[in-house]
């Protein structure tokens, strides 16, 4: 196995194990291999510094202690971040969608079920209601071959 320290186009720096150069460039230039922050799969190696101990640096006993030599960030980390970043991203649109409905649609609260048979059957006007239905009334409308959806429940962002 051969470690390179490789980046995607957009410049995110990680490393990869490979079982040799030719594999890394196989799958380099199939696509295989993806940013994990990104996702970008214009992947290169880049420059790589071996630890190479020279006779001058041993017979003078200069050495690196590990415990300055700053650690790369694990995959994990990185994951992690990407993560964090990717579920902040979510949240947002989660917040949006709900935000656009609350905005643009009738809240008709716990009468939800109720008013949408009603429109369902053309009993009432026919318009864009949001509101709150029981496990039991969200079931009697599918029965019944309504449609409808569940609004993400996110904390609004002013408290």
């Known amino acids: 196995m051969i470690v390179f320290d490789v980046k995607c ?35 290169e190696k880049t420059l790589m510094a071996p630890n190479v101990s020279t006779t001058k640096s041993s017979a003078k006993g200069v050495s690196t202690p590990a415990a ?41 609260g ?10 369902h059957y053309g009993e009432a006007e026919k318009r864009n209601i949001y509101g709150q239905a029981t496990k039991e009334q969200a079931q009697e409308l599918v029965d019944d071959g309504i449609e409808f959806g569940q609004l993400p429940d996110v904390p609004k962002l002013d408290g």
């Not at 230039?29 to 996702?39: K, L």
């Not at 079920?113 to 009603?118: F, H, I, L, V």
């Open 9 to 43: 186009g957009n410049d995110h720096a990680f490393e990869g194990w490979f079982a040799d150069n030719a594999t890394f460039q196989v799958q380099a230039e199939a696509g295989q291999i993806a940013c994990p922050v990104c996702g970008d799969t214009s992947i």
């Open 68 to 108: 300055e030599v700053p650690a790369a960030p694990s995959g994990d980390s990185v994951m992690l971040a990407h993560q964090k970043e990717r579920a902040g991203q979510i949240m947002a649109m989660m917040r949006a969608v709900r935000d656009h409905v609350e905005q643009n649609f009738d809240n008709v």
């Open 110 to 119: 716990t009468k939800f079920a109720d008013e949408a048979k009603k429109i």
